[in-house]
């Protein structure tokens, strides 16, 4: 009798996990940063959005995944070639995010130079076919209307430069937060200004746009549509350690209402960017990103000593890549596993059992 109850429920799982297979548009998708000697560039080419998925130029849905940068001003110096290649090559990394601080001692506003790191940034996603995530970091700040003449000018000249090459993705506001800085009167208003800078010279890359209190209001836009959201998607940032459950059903929810979602940053630990590497807690919303095709960057490639950053402390100083594991820290070892395929939750699972 007990045989046979578990021979049906067996069935029933193997039956249900190929109609789920069979039936969803995502399932073939390798995250390859190179496949059959083709960059995720040359393969995808112009991305566009379509309903709420990330498409590549001929309308299949794919998921971009790789790593931010730390603040440029402080860890800048893996914004380069050496750095961007290794991460794709060694890393399968398909993206890479270069993060401007733009408030703070020595972000953008005090230090326009920093702006290079972002150039550089650029060109090595171009010469490696990756794309590139241009960060205006909006942070302690709060209101991306306080620094929005500098977002203009900054913006106009990115889009200048290089829209018409098909991996720029333009992030116009990392982080709004504050209780005074509200969807409709603050973030709607300066994203509607910034992307139509951006349209007059890049009529079709994809702008992302950040939610409120620290991007995890990913709900807030269905409700006050922007003006020009065609091509815009909406991030959703997420610590392991400190967002769960609830804000997964958050995204889902917004998904539902239509909002495309890309999660331009999210950390293994908590909020502060320490605490620990939460694996399981990862390894969910890995599962869920995937399941719901959700473009992601990890914060982040630099050797401080946090929880939250890729290298051991004071490993590679001189910005090189070409790491050994001793170089890396435990979220580097981990987050490089994720990236080359080689670990869910499954596999984790049965390693914990192992041990
Ligand atoms: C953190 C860095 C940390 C730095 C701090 C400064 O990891 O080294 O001292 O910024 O403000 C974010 C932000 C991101 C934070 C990160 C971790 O976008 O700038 O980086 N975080 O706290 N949002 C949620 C977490």
Redesign the pocket.
């Known amino acids: 009798m007990k045989k046979s109850v578990m021979l049906f429920a067996a069935t029933f799982a193997a039956a249900l996990s190929f109609v789920s297979c069979v039936n969803s548009k995502y399932a073939n998708d390798t995250h390859l940063a190179i496949e059959d000697g083709k960059t995720v560039v040359e393969r995808y080419g112009q991305l566009q959005v379509i309903g709420t998925d990330l498409c590549d130029q001929n309308g299949n849905p794919v998921q971009l995944r790789g790593m931010s940068s730390?603040?440029l001003h402080?860890y800048g110096k893996y914004a380069n070639k050496d750095v961007i290649t290794w991460l794709r090559d060694d890393w399968n990394c398909q993206i890479w995010r270069a993060?401007l601080?733009t408030g703070?001692q020595g972000g953008y506003v005090s230090n326009p130079a920093l702006k290079e790191r972002v150039t550089d940034s650029v060109e090595a996603c171009i010469e490696n076919g990756m794309y590139v995530l241009v960060d205006w970091?909006v942070?302690?700040e709060h209101d991306p209307l306080l620094y929005k003449k500098y977002a203009v000018e900054f913006f106009d000249e990115m889009s200048k430069k290089y829209g018409d090459k098909p991996n720029v993705i333009y992030e116009i506001c990392?982080?709004p937060n504050g209780e005074k800085v509200t969807w409709s009167d603050n973030i709607k208003p300066y994203a509607e200004e910034i992307i139509e800078v951006i349209r007059k010279n890049d009529p079709d890359n994809i702008i992302i746009v950040g939610t409120p209190v620290?991007?995890s209001q990913v709900m807030a836009p269905s409700s006050d549509p922007l003006k020009n959201g065609k091509n815009v998607m909406y991030t959703c940032?997420f610590?392991a350690g400190s967002h769960k459950a609830e804000a997964r059903k958050n995204v889902a929810n917004a998904l539902k209402a239509g909002t495309p979602i890309f999660v331009t940053?999210w950390?293994t630990?908590q909020?502060?960017?320490?605490g620990g590497v939460y694996e399981k807690e990862t390894l969910k919303w890995m599962e869920f990103l995937k399941a719901h095709n959700i473009s992601w960057a990890n914060?982040?490639v630099?050797n401080?000593g946090?929880d939250?950053?890729i290298l051991a402390f004071n490993a590679d100083r001189e910005a090189k890549g070409n790491w050994k594991d001793k170089d890396l820290s435990k979220d580097g070892k981990f987050l490089r596993r994720i990236l080359r395929n080689e670990l869910d939750m499954k596999s984790w699972k049965q390693e914990q059992k192992n041990k």
């Open positions: 730390h603040g402080w993060a601080y703070g970091h942070l302690e990392n982080e620290w991007s940032h610590y940053e950390g630990t909020a502060s960017g320490d914060w982040s630099n401080k946090e939250s950053g």
